[in-house]
């Protein structure tokens, strides 16, 4: 396409890959107070982008600042390898979905998606059809002539995301979108996102707060708090080896422990959490004898009852059990005075009910366990 | 118990509400029934007659009527056309606006003529008029009801103004509208309700205001509230009920208008 060889000579290369948006030492601060800390970050052509983090954290005003709705600070922003901080938000070709969707309520759902191709200048003829064509794509031909409050919330998300996709923009914005939909539609709309991003090639970047979200739809994910990217990586990545606590605790659940490296050898690592607790991990490099550690363990990579040579096993007493429907999640104190949460799949096999006081034994693998520096 | 009960379980409360509606509405029922009272006395029911109607119309006092009810209308047009002008734009300025050094005391100093008294108005207007040797007429009347309509254009608009949520603009912009388009395809359309309600409170304080008119308007020119205190001092004939019966029916009309507006407006909000 045209248009692609335009945006190869405008991109710069990351891995093979041209970038679409490229935040360098972006800083932002509202007074006395920084909203982002140097913020660095390359989003790929054609992917599908996440920021997450909980709310507060940073990731909508980055996503302002890309509108055009915040200023920066500090540091640049570029779009294909343009600079594009000093252009207006009218002036730039990123479009945007709004948390409530912002569909203008005096228009129809027509006229509503026909709005940026009018402000862009496009002839009558060549408005109709693309704006029937985005209709199709969300099913939503028939709604054509509707006020927007005589939409469903799913249809007004549609509405509002084809209005942003209509004038073909390089980059969508997404921020929150999903969030004021309830939990089914939430879902079946994950899905049509993410067949919208692959079937236009537009760079979708997502912001939410919800990490199943996240996992489930982005290419890559950065994972923020208080102002700070803390992690870039693919969905897998961030989950099973997050880099530090903050990801850690944000992303799923987990236990962490403190612990002391007890002896190491070129292949692994014996860590002590308490006098008779070992578990033996990966070496991590640089670290020496005695020093202290972090493990964290996902509570369903733990496993209950029968331990082979495979893996290390310690004894433990239920505190606590909750049934949850497809696992069941169990409080189980061990060595230490600590108490480690474990999930236990309710799947192939039958399994019963723990009742609290019960003594079990508890095995991990060695692939299960993640090391952080203190 | 249930929070929300019944009024009905109130005790008294029917009295009270009947009491309270007769107070508030006999009065204004007995001048409309007596409008098409037959006889000359404003007691004593004569048998239904249109004569007084007729009378303000066609009668000797018809021209100066129709004089005064033509100021009325055009002065209440025009102060209201611009004072909805001048209050929109002041809407803009302090709700669409970051906050700025003083905005608060602007919002109160909009708003503050509505508690001043009247007649404290109407003398410092007189004496300003005086003081700059404005010709009193129709002119200074046309001029003080601009200013003093002002504040209640700028209710319902401001009102309005702050329910309309920045996003909107913010999505426009981000649809490559600049300026201009927003305020003509999305402001001015979603304010369309709070203007009109604007203008119509505009021009019924206008249509009916008495103390301010009475002290600014100079000899000779007459407006329908003050021409029926004129005649009046001569005794309160049948005429002047008809009169102020047509008075109210526009009035209601024009409140009426108002009211289906801001309920269809409401009803779009709640969808």
Not at chain 1, 24 to 39: D, E, R
Not at chain 1, 164 to 180: C, H
Not at chain 2, 159 to 173: D, L, P, T
Request: hydrophobic letters at 45%.
């Amino acid at each position: 396409m045209v248009l692609s060889g335009i945006r190869e000579q405008l991109g710069k290369l990351d891995n093979n890959q041209l970038v679409a948006i490229e935040f360098q030492k972006v800083v932002k601060k509202f007074g006395s107070f920084t909203a982002i800390h140097n913020a660095n970050l390359k989003i790929h052509d054609n992917e599908f982008f996440t920021l997450l983090g909980p709310s507060g954290c940073g990731k909508t005003t980055l996503l302002r600042m890309v509108a055009g709705f915040e200023n920066v600070t500090e540091g640049n922003i570029f779009l294909f390898g343009k600079e594009f901080m000093h252009l207006p938000p009218n002036k730039r070709s990123v479009n945007t979905v709004f948390q409530q969707y912002a569909l203008f309520p005096h228009m129809t759902v027509f006229e509503n998606v026909a709005f940026g191709l009018k402000m862009r200048g496009w002839a009558k003829d060549d408005i109709q059809p693309t704006v029937w064509k985005m209709l199709d794509l969300v099913r939503l031909r028939p709604f054509a002539e509707r006020k927007p409050n005589q939409l469903s919330g799913g249809q007004q998300q549609r509405a509002a995301l084809v209005r942003a996709i209509a004038p073909q923009p390089k980059v969508l914005l997404l921020d929150e979108p999903l969030s004021a939909l309830d939990l089914k539609l939430r879902q079946a709309m994950r899905l049509e996102l993410k067949q919208l991003q692959q079937e236009t090639g537009i760079t979708f970047v997502f912001v939410t707060h919800d990490q199943e979200e996240a996992l489930a739809m982005s290419d890559r994910i950065a994972v923020m708090s208080e102002g700070v990217i803390q992690q870039i990586g693919k969905a897998q990545e961030i989950y099973e080896s997050p880099k530090n606590e903050i990801v850690a605790n944000f992303i799923g659940e987990t236990n962490i422990l403190q612990a002391t490296l007890l002896e190491l050898n070129d292949e692994e690592a014996k860590y002590q959490i308490a006098e008779d607790f070992i578990i033996t991990g990966d070496c991590v490099s640089g670290l020496v004898k005695n020093q202290e550690v972090k493990i964290l363990l996902r509570p369903e990579k733990i496993r209950i009852g029968t331990s082979d040579n495979q893996v290390d096993s310690i004894q433990g007493t239920i505190q606590q059990s909750m049934y949850l429907g497809t696992d069941t999640e169990y409080q189980i104190r061990v060595p230490g005075e600590k108490a480690l949460k474990v999930r236990d799949q309710n799947g192939f096999e039958r399994r019963e009910l723990l009742p609290a006081g019960s003594e079990v034994s508890l095995s991990f693998s060695k692939d299960s366990i993640r090391i952080l520096r203190s | 118990m249930q929070v929300a009960s019944s009024v009905r379980s109130i005790p008294g409360f029917s009295l009270l509400a009947i009491l309270c509606l007769v107070i508030l509405y006999a009065p204004l029922l007995v001048v409309m029934v007596y409008s098409f009272n037959d006889s000359l006395s404003i007691t004593i029911w004569g048998g239904f007659s249109l004569r007084w109607y007729e009378q303000i119309f066609f009668g000797l006092e018809a021209e100066k009527f129709q004089k005064a009810a033509w100021n009325s209308i055009t002065i209440a047009f025009m102060a209201a056309v611009v004072a909805t002008t001048i209050a929109f734009s002041a809407a803009i300025g302090v709700v669409r606006t970051s906050p700025f050094k003083g905005k608060n005391l602007n919002i109160s100093l909009l708003s503050l003529p509505i508690m001043v008294p009247e007649i404290v108005t109407a003398v410092a207007t007189l004496i300003f008029f005086s003081m700059i040797s404005f010709k009193l007429g129709y002119t200074s009347i046309l001029v003080a009801h601009i200013v003093f309509c002002i504040p209640f254009a700028y209710l319902p608009i401001s009102a309005r103004m702050q329910s309309i949520e920045k996003v909107y603009e913010e999505a426009a912009m981000d649809l490559y509208a600049n300026r201009k388009q927003i305020f003509r395809s999305i402001l001015l359309p979603l304010m369309i309700p709070g203007i009109i309600s604007g203008f119509l409170l505009a021009f019924i304080i206008s249509l009916d205001d008495f103390i301010i008119t009475s002290f600014v308007k100079g000899a000779g020119v007459e407006t329908l509230p003050t021409a029926i205190f004129g005649s009046i001092k001569q005794g309160i004939k049948p005429d002047i009920m008809a009169l102020s019966t047509l008075l109210l029916l526009v009035s209601t009309i024009l409140v009426t208008i108002s009211y289906f507006l801001s309920r269809a407006d409401l009803k779009n909000k709640l969808n």
